[in-house]
């Protein structure tokens, strides 16, 4: 029968750190900001906000907008690179703050993809007779606290956040909307490129890794930006090509947030019209695995898709990850 969404939802970290507020704290420029990235502002969580907060905001607004309750849920997956905790996992804190108790939870990471590779999961858990029948799949990021504040290389690209959507399996075949294809990929051999060195097994915590900033985000952004701009268009044609759909005939690209020329290099290499391609990183800046879902429920939101609508996602992140999803609304 195949799964569709029925609910989305977000949540936006009151506090905005502008970019002119950067300018105090780094060596940088508003001009050079807007210029090399596109971002204006971002969202920073507070101090006693850890994302099983943010997250359960954005899925009370899934609920509500599915006319779900919590109860009915039966599957929860969070993505993020920024867990409450090593563990328990933040889906099976989240459950206890939704009171979600008859869902089975997990969290999965695969970085800025996360939410895609969250998405394919419960796509093939909820298929056929599974008993897997609501399910509730979460984006939420607090990478302010993995951000180095005195690199500007880096601390000029993040923000807080998180999204969420419900599933459901379809329910007749006058149902169009859903999921109609996918594409994952993983390539380890650039795992340095972008990463966060200590903290975990290979290297624990110590005094000397933190002297030496360690526990933040460490990126070589060039090398990122390209792979990133081929590996998204290449997994959106290839699910495209495996719908048959032409590019023309999606209404939205929603693109991970990252980098405004990033996006725009992939929505040319892909013929589709800037009046196609989402975009609202000026607001939030990268939110990593929260991106694409804040996209997602700002366009459904604001009543800018129609039933029937092809929408397509796509993002890339740390490992690398990549995919691309394509979605009739
Ligand atoms: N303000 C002013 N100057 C800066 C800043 C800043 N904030 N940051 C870097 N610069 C300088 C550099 O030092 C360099 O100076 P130099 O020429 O004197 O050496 C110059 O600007 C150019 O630096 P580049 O790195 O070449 O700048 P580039 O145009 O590549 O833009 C950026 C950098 C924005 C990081 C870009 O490469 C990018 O967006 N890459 C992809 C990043 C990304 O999407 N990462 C995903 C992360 S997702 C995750 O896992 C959380």
Same mark, same amino acid.
């Given at each position: 029968?195949?799964?569709?969404?029925?609910?989305?939802?977000?949540?936006?970290?009151?506090?905005?750190?502008?970019?002119?507020?950067?300018?105090?704290?780094?060596?940088?420029?508003?001009?050079? &900001? *807007?210029?090399?990235?596109?971002?204006?502002?971002?969202?920073?969580?507070?101090?006693?906000?850890?994302?099983?907060?943010? /997250?359960?905001?954005?899925?009370?607004?899934?609920?509500?907008?599915?006319?779900? !309750?919590?109860?009915? *849920?039966?599957?929860?997956?969070?993505?993020?690179?920024?867990?409450?905790?090593?563990?328990?996992?933040?889906?099976?804190?989240?459950?206890?703050?939704?009171?979600?108790?008859?869902?089975?939870?997990?969290?999965?990471?695969?970085?800025?993809?996360? +939410?895609?590779?969250?998405?394919?999961?419960?796509?093939?858990?909820?298929? %056929?007779?599974?008993?897997?029948?609501?399910?509730?799949?979460?984006?939420?990021?607090?990478?302010?606290?993995?951000?180095?504040?005195?690199?500007? %290389?880096?601390?000029?690209? +993040?923000?807080?956040?998180?999204?969420?959507?419900?599933?459901?399996?379809?329910?007749?075949?006058?149902?169009?909307?859903?999921?109609? /294809?996918?594409?994952?990929?993983?390539?380890?051999?650039?795992?340095?490129?972008?990463?966060?060195?200590?903290?975990?097994?290979?290297?624990?915590?110590?005094?000397?890794?933190?002297?030496?900033?360690?526990?933040?985000?460490?990126?070589?952004?060039?090398?990122? +930006?390209?792979?990133?701009?081929?590996?998204?268009?290449?997994?959106?044609?290839?699910?495209?090509?495996?719908?048959?759909?032409?590019?023309?005939?999606?209404?939205?690209?929603?693109?991970?947030? !990252?980098?405004?020329?990033? &996006?725009?290099?992939?929505?040319?290499?892909?013929?589709?019209?800037?009046?196609?391609? +989402?975009? %609202?990183?000026?607001?939030?800046?990268?939110?990593?695995?929260?991106?694409?879902? *804040?996209?997602?429920?700002?366009?459904?939101?604001?009543?800018?898709?129609?039933?029937?609508?092809?929408?397509?996602?796509?993002?890339?992140?740390?490992?690398?990850?990549?995919?691309?999803?394509?979605?009739?609304?």
């Amino acid at each position: 029968m195949g799964i569709k969404i029925t609910g989305t939802g977000s949540y936006a970290p009151e506090r905005i750190l502008t970019n002119a507020e950067l300018e105090k704290m780094v060596e940088t420029s508003n001009d050079w &900001i *807007i210029s090399r990235t596109g971002i204006r502002e971002r969202r920073i969580a507070a101090p006693n906000e850890a994302c099983s907060d943010m /997250a359960c905001k954005a899925a009370t607004n899934a609920l509500a907008m599915a006319g779900v !309750a919590p109860k009915e *849920i039966d599957l929860i997956i969070v993505a993020s690179v920024t867990p409450d905790k090593h563990f328990p996992s933040t889906a099976a804190i989240l459950q206890s703050k939704l009171d979600a108790s008859n869902a089975t939870c997990f969290d999965l990471q695969a970085a800025c993809t996360g +939410f895609l590779y969250s998405l394919e999961c419960a796509n093939a858990l909820m298929a %056929n007779e599974s008993n897997y029948r609501k399910a509730l799949i979460i984006g939420v990021e607090k990478l302010s606290v993995l951000t180095d504040w005195q690199d500007r %290389n880096t601390c000029v690209l +993040f923000g807080d956040g998180a999204g969420a959507v419900v599933l459901e399996k379809r329910t007749g075949k006058k149902d169009i909307g859903g999921i109609l /294809a996918s594409k994952l990929g993983t390539d380890g051999k650039y795992c340095d490129i972008l990463q966060v060195e200590a903290g975990g097994s290979s290297m624990p915590a110590t005094h000397e890794t933190i002297d030496k900033r360690q526990h933040f985000i460490r990126m070589e952004g060039q090398e990122v +930006f390209k792979l990133a701009v081929n590996a998204m268009s290449k997994a959106c044609r290839d699910v495209l090509e495996s719908a048959s759909i032409r590019p023309e005939d999606v209404r939205w690209l929603i693109p991970h947030q !990252a980098n405004l020329r990033i &996006i725009k290099a992939v929505g040319t290499k892909l013929g589709m019209r800037e009046e196609n391609v +989402f975009v %609202n990183l000026d607001k939030y800046g990268n939110t990593s695995a929260a991106s694409v879902v *804040i996209a997602l429920d700002e366009i459904v939101r604001s009543s800018k898709v129609e039933r029937g609508d092809y929408l397509l996602l796509t993002a890339f992140g740390s490992g690398l990850t990549w995919g691309a999803t394509l979605l009739r609304w």
